[in-house]
């Protein structure tokens, strides 16, 4: 008798576990950037690369000439609609000059990128380019834009896929940034 | 005679309506065709890209994605296999930059069992459930006789 009266419930609780899963389902989806893949390579040393650099013919620029001191690395197009968007926010973390901020100009074409940059304004200290993409598979760039923040060891101690916003500013990459100046300042 | 010949029309242009897209779909954005030596090179190619996830277009392999980043994939992978890497290599290349998200087939480690035997733990608590339900129904002997009066099915 206590059993089949138990047994009464049993549909209940069924589909009480169901709603608390699809609840969890609701709740893990609210991250509108959800799609974004996290990284390996967070807290593992930056790919080398030898790639040359925009405004300088002739140069190329390395990873080892680039340690030293903590950069921000932001993955752009001058076809890629979303860096446009991310463009004024960009500049102005860009122009508060705490961090260098250095531009990985991916799979585009040389007049196209120098225009773009004519137009909306450098906020680089230094364009990278890749036009055939070879570095970036190495990096894990698989669209534009992302950022990275590589601290002054050459330690890769953030990534963000999709455009910058003053919020993912402010809550990610100033606090990430942080912790990376604060890290150097312990090792000083 | 005549229902087994429709029959077999409709499974035909029901297969040719789920056919993969014609390939000339991919060639006009795919501005330098990837080049295999032999065929027995490039049934592994296939075989390879086929389990492994675009990571831009996430619902799509690598070999299906017609994205630039597939592409640019597609050829480091070629790349890779005439450098001699094995395809655990390959695969091994890719999860270290792109994570184990860009394999089809997560390997089994410690953070993947409840995917890999999740499934198999319903089912036994699935089986068991069924169990307890049979014993139950077992342990109430035979249903009760049927009043002699003759009214059955009434009740319902």
Redesign the interface.
């Known amino acids: 008798m206590a059993a089949s009266k138990l047994g009464r419930w049993v549909p209940l609780l069924v589909f009480a576990g169901l709603a608390v899963l699809l609840a969890a389902g609701v709740w893990l989806s609210r991250n509108p950037n959800r799609e974004a893949l996290p990284s390996p390579l967070i807290g593992k040393p930056a790919p080398a690369f030898e790639l040359p650099v925009l405004h300088e013919p002739g140069r190329l620029a390395t990873l080892e000439e680039l340690k030293g001191a903590p950069f921000v690395l932001n993955v752009w197009g001058s076809w890629c609609v979303s860096c446009r968007a991310e463009h004024p926010v960009l500049t102005k973390f860009a122009e508060s000059k705490r961090v260098r901020v250095i531009g990985y100009n991916w799979k585009d074409e040389h007049a196209d990128a120098v225009r773009w940059l004519e137009e909306f304004g450098n906020p680089f200290w230094m364009v990278l380019v890749d036009y055939e993409g070879r570095y970036a598979i190495d990096w894990g760039i698989y669209g534009a834009p992302e950022t990275y923040l590589v601290d002054a060891g050459g330690i890769i101690r953030w990534k963000h896929v999709g455009p910058l916003t003053d919020a993912v500013v402010a809550g990610e990459l100033l606090p990430a940034l942080a912790k990376v100046e604060a890290a150097a300042e312990a090792q000083r | 005679m005549n229902a087994t010949v429709s029959r077999v029309l409709f499974a035909l242009v029901l297969g040719l309506s789920f056919a993969p897209a014609p390939s000339h779909a991919q060639a006009g954005s795919d501005p330098a065709p990837l080049v295999f030596g032999d065929r027995a090179e490039e049934r592994r190619f296939q075989a390879l890209v086929s389990e492994l996830r675009c ?2 277009c ?1 619902n799509q392999s690598l070999a299906d994605s017609d994205a ?2 597939a592409h ?2 597609r050829r ?1 992978i070629l790349d890779l296999m005439h450098e001699g890497r094995s395809d655990t290599e390959i695969q091994q290349f890719l ?7 860009v394999l089809y087939r997560p390997r089994v480690e410690s953070k993947t069992w409840l995917l890999w035997f999740g499934p198999l733990l319903l089912l036994l608590v699935g089986g068991y459930v069924v169990l307890r ?1 049979v014993r ?1 129904h077992a342990g109430r002997g035979p249903l009760p006789k049927l009043p002699p009066d003759g009214d059955d099915g009434q009740e319902w």
């Open positions: 990571v831009m996430q630039q980043i640019d994939l480091e999860v270290a930059r792109y994570g184990e998200f339900v139950l």
